[in-house]
């Protein structure tokens, strides 16, 4: 019931575009696809982009608190109601008691961090301005851009060619130096 009343579904359980697009997502299916058909995108600089995003994969729960630009902060606010979409339709469906928690799943403690790496600031510099450990910020970066190549597949499926393209250029934001160099425990 919860994807009818989100419109995923039809009234017959038939996949509509929506659904199609949640299918292409290997995580956080219907937070992606709501901020996706919700235009949330359309408006934010590619950098904005992946940091915002930062908070479906990193999961440290304490870290030192990211220091937002107005646009960050923004985002953050319109993701949360976006977000809180689904809580509502889960509450309305009895499948969660109440949205009371709904926040602590997203974690935007590396937020102002992956935003600078986005903007070309090398690794040491962004290390400055957080708490958490050199490999939790490299592992979550390396995660981002997966969930930036699905974004990418549910623009294909959509057939929005620009959305795409602004897809590619977030990945690329992050895709450099150290976090995407060869690792010599990997080969």
């Avoid at 419109?7 to 290997?26: F, H, I, P, T």
């Avoid at 600089?45 to 940091?51: D, L, M, N, S």
């Avoid at 915002?52 to 999961?59: A, E, G, K, R």
């Avoid at 469906?93 to 602590?104: H, I, Q, T, V």
């Amino acid at each position: 019931q919860v994807l009818k009343r989100l419109r995923y579904l039809g009234e017959e359980n038939q996949l509509k575009l929506k659904g199609k697009a949640a299918c292409a997502m290997s995580t956080s299916e219907l937070v992606i696809t709501e901020l996706v058909f919700d235009n949330f995108f359309k408006d934010l600089e590619v950098e904005a982009i992946v940091a915002i995003l930062s908070c479906m994969v990193f999961q440290q729960k304490r870290c030192s608190d990211p220091d937002l630009t107005p646009e960050l902060k923004r985002a953050k606010a319109q993701f949360l109601i976006l977000a809180h979409r689904i809580v509502e339709a889960e509450v309305a469906e009895k499948l969660r008691p109440n949205d009371a928690d709904f926040e602590e799943q997203f974690k935007f403690g590396l937020v102002e961090v992956v935003y600078r790496w986005a903007k070309g600031e090398d690794f040491s510099e962004i290390m400055r301005y957080t708490d958490v450990d050199e490999g939790t910020i490299v592992r979550c970066i390396m995660r981002l851009d997966e969930v930036l190549r699905c974004i990418k597949d549910v623009a294909r499926i959509v057939g929005d060619v620009d959305f795409e393209t602004k897809m590619e250029r977030a990945s690329l934001t992050i895709k450099r130096d150290i976090v995407f160099a060869a690792s010599l425990y990997v080969q």
